[in-house]
């Protein structure tokens, strides 16, 4: 089942007052997972807002292991961008035919930007982040498998500012660290 084909209670996109957020486990998917917000520092041109913007994509990545929705990171994403894609990918072949992620937390430890505009107008931000192991269940809890190893990456995020928003143009990984 394609993202776009879950049922509609998990793609609400923010749970009930009284909804209780369930992490994801061998018995189902995460429940009432709540839809990040973009900061109000995110949607400034400066450093502080290139960074703000570069966690706030994370956080929509972890929204989407945990939905299987990848509308919200594609809506802050550009066309082409590299990881993205990936991203994009891996979600739809793990949340078809009614399976899910457990895990795949992305904690971004490191944040940095010289926040220099390049000749295309985007700047850069530098970003190490661990991934906790992913744990692919399908129906009835079938394990898969787990898939990672919890090492650290550093992965650079090319963004563009335009009509107070930003843009990851493209996301690409520089380095895995031992």
């Known amino acids: 089942m394609s993202p776009s084909a879950i049922p509609s209670e998990s793609q609400s996109s923010s749970p009930s007052p009284s909804a209780v957020y369930k992490p994801a486990s061998a018995e189902g998917p995460a429940e009432n997972v709540p839809l990040p917000v973009m900061p109000e520092e995110a949607k400034v041109e400066s450093k502080e807002g290139l960074i703000a913007f570069a966690r706030h994509w994370y956080d929509l990545a972890n929204y989407g292991y945990e939905t299987g929705d990848v509308e919200p990171?594609?809506?802050?994403?550009?066309?082409?961008?590299?990881?993205?894609?990936?991203?994009?990918?891996?979600?739809?072949?793990?949340?078809?035919?009614?399976?899910?992620?457990?895990?795949?937390?992305?904690?971004?430890?490191?944040?940095?930007?010289?926040?220099?505009?390049?000749?295309?107008?985007?700047?850069?931000?530098?970003?190490?982040?661990?991934?906790?192991?992913?744990?692919?269940?399908?129906?009835?809890?079938?394990?898969?498998?787990?898939?990672?190893?919890?090492?650290?990456?550093?992965?650079?995020?090319?963004?563009?500012?335009?009509?107070?928003?930003?843009?990851?143009?493209?996301?690409?990984?520089?380095?895995?660290?031992?």
């Not at 399976?99 to 490191?110: E, K």
């Not at 550093?154 to 031992?178: H, N, R, Y």
């Open 73 to 178: 990171v594609k809506a802050i994403s550009g066309p082409d961008c590299t990881a993205c894609i990936g991203l994009y990918s891996t979600l739809e072949e793990g949340y078809a035919e009614g399976g899910w992620f457990g895990g795949a937390v992305v904690s971004a430890n490191s944040v940095s930007s010289d926040f220099i505009r390049m000749e295309n107008g985007e700047y850069q931000v530098l970003v190490l982040f661990v991934q906790q192991p992913i744990e692919a269940y399908g129906p009835g809890g079938v394990h898969f498998g787990t898939r990672g190893e919890g090492k650290p990456y550093v992965q650079m995020i090319e963004a563009s500012f335009d009509s107070g928003e930003w843009t990851a143009q493209d996301v690409v990984t520089i380095k895995k660290l031992p």
